[in-house]
């Protein structure tokens, strides 16, 4: 795959739209991460300083048409202050107003567009939508790679309206992927977490026959327990999953995966439930696993730090609350602690490494999820191959 860049745009003059990806949680009112919001700078400075006219476009939450508390906002004035240029919000998406806020905008102003969710069509690639993106600019730059997976008006369609390339950001997670996807340094170690082993059964099939070891933890770990014959008490699980999980199991590479052996229980799930360490093949009834254990802890840490290639997506367990944390601290550690190429992607573990203040000792830390996961899948992401062919 060979996409043109920002080396392959003349830029000087020119109105340059940049799909960014700037989903950040808001608290109050305010931004209270603002992670996506520092890696989109790279490709707005870069732009800004040779000459360009930047236009940010954006999604934030997931409103049900055009909502106040989902207004961009409070995210353009961080962008400003981080970046330290001024930003102007349009008051909408598209059409004459988000015009004639881009036309008005002073030398060096970065104009950020209304949340693009708040046009219905956005998220159906609706050609009217892309139209009214494509008339608001000469060029666009795509850097949001958190929503590369999905075919929308302000990633797709619009690049197929105006002479496109990758931003700064999408060329790093294209790399950080492609080395993981083509042939990684040995052993190459993945470790998973989350809720649900339905998000990433894909993943696991597609990277069982590349991987040395699959270390599994999380919530999703109790469907693999329960379709392994072990007894998870009233821990999450995907009943639908446990036939094609089994499956999974017991067919080739399914040696390779490594489940937990023992979990921190509790009696409720809540922030101060009581809870106790238990195996993990004998979960008492009444009883739901909410992190892994310190015997597992340590087994997974000594895998990771012994690793060459490490990619890690899903908590270990909840968390968000300090009596669940340490499994995925731990991983945090491990991986933070590895010699070798890492790679952390997926909003939760990248939240539980700002939290442990990790982050900066990762080889690289993805600004997208599913789009990371996809790529591991070997599946061809909408947002990137539309770009191919202005190559």
């Known amino acids: 795959m060979s996409l043109p860049t920002l080396d392959d745009l003349e830029v000087e003059g020119r109105r340059v739209l940049v799909r960014a990806d700037l989903n950040v949680p808001l608290d109050e009112g305010a931004v209270s991460d603002d992670f996506r919001i520092v890696a989109s700078l790279r490709t707005i400075r ?9 236009i940010v476009a954006s999604h ?5 048409g055009v909502d106040p508390a989902f207004s961009m906002l409070p995210v353009t004035e961080r962008l400003g202050e981080l970046g330290g240029f001024p930003t102007i919000q349009s008051p909408t998406v598209i059409g004459p107003e988000a015009a004639a806020t881009i036309e008005g905008a002073p030398e060096g102003a970065v104009v950020v567009l209304e949340n693009t969710r708040f046009e219905p069509g956005e998220s159906k690639n609706d050609p009217a939508v892309a139209d009214g993106l494509a008339a608001l600019a000469d060029l666009f730059v795509n850097d949001a790679f958190g929503t590369a997976h999905r075919a929308h008006a302000s990633n797709v369609g619009v690049a197929e309206r105006l002479p496109s390339a990758a931003g ?9 992927f492609r080395r993981l996807l083509g042939t990684p340094e040995r052993p190459y170690i993945v470790v998973l977490g989350g809720a649900k082993v339905s998000d990433k059964l894909e993943v696991i099939k597609h990277l069982l026959p590349k991987v040395d070891l699959m270390l599994i933890g999380g919530g999703m770990c109790f469907t693999l327990l329960e379709a392994g014959g072990y007894q998870i008490g009233d821990s999450l699980v995907e009943t639908s999953m446990i036939d094609e999980v089994r499956a999974v199991l017991d067919g080739p590479g399914g040696s390779k995966i490594v489940l937990p052996d023992d979990i921190v229980a509790a009696d409720r799930f809540a922030e101060d ?14 009883s739901i ?5 310190p015997v597992t802890i340590r087994r997974f840490s000594a895998v990771i730090e012994e690793a060459a290639s490490v990619f890690w997506n899903g908590p270990m367990g ?8 340490a499994g995925t601290a731990g991983v945090a550690e491990a991986v933070a602690a590895s010699g070798g190429y890492t790679v952390v992607g997926g909003g939760d573990s990248v939240a539980a490494l700002r939290l442990l203040g990790r982050d900066g000792d990762v080889s690289f830390v993805s600004s997208g999820g599913g789009a990371g996961l ?10 990137i191959a539309v770009l191919e062919r202005w190559s």
């Open 46 to 54: 870069e732009l800004r300083d040779r000459g360009a006219n930047v």
């Open 60 to 64: 934030l939450g997931r409103p049900k």
């Open 168 to 176: 700064r950001l999408l060329e790093a997670e294209i790399e950080a």
């Open 273 to 286: 439930a009581e809870h106790v360490v238990v195996a993990a093949t004998g979960i008492p009834d009444g």
């Open 289 to 293: 696993g909410l992190d892994i254990g």
């Open 318 to 325: 909840v968390f968000e609350w300090e009596a669940f944390r």
């Open 374 to 383: 996809q790529m591991l899948e070997g599946k061809t992401l909408p947002g």
